[in-house]
Nanobody
């Protein structure tokens, strides 16, 4: 089992940057696929980015590709989401999610599916002013 704690949210002007962190508990963090999702008021929770337990290139939603960068540091049991060139439409509560998937490989569609993740953090608010 794993517990997730997000941090780094806040208020930023459009065009600015924020770096979100998600710290995980548990001994087998390196065996988890990790994802970032977001939910704006009145909208469904949507996929933002994900990285497989095996590392490699992260997967991004088209809406954030080229602006957001996800990374993981297994030694710190932490994943990050660097968000640049923020837009008002990026404002949402951002959630970190985890799913134990070692040693299997998840397709792009699967890794972006929030229903595949068993563990969720409490979320961190990102507000972007125009």
């Amino acid at each position: 089992q794993v517990q997730l704690v997000e941090s780094g949210g806040g208020l930023v002007q459009a065009g600015g940057s924020l770096r979100l962190s998600c710290a995980a508990s548990g001994r087998t963090f390196s065996n988890y696929d990790m994802g970032w999702f977001r939910q704006a008021p009145g909208k469904e929770r949507e996929f933002v980015a994900a990285i497989r337990w095996s590392g490699g290139s992260p997967v991004y939603a088209d809406s954030v590709k080229g602006r957001f960068t996800m990374s993981r540091d297994n030694s710190k049991k932490t994943v990050y989401l660097q968000m640049n060139s923020l837009k008002p439409e990026d404002a949402a509560v951002y959630y970190c999610a985890a799913d134990y998937y070692f040693p299997k490989y998840r397709s792009r569609d699967e890794i972006g599916n929030r229903q595949k993740y068993d563990y969720w953090g409490q979320g961190t608010q990102v507000t972007v002013s125009s």
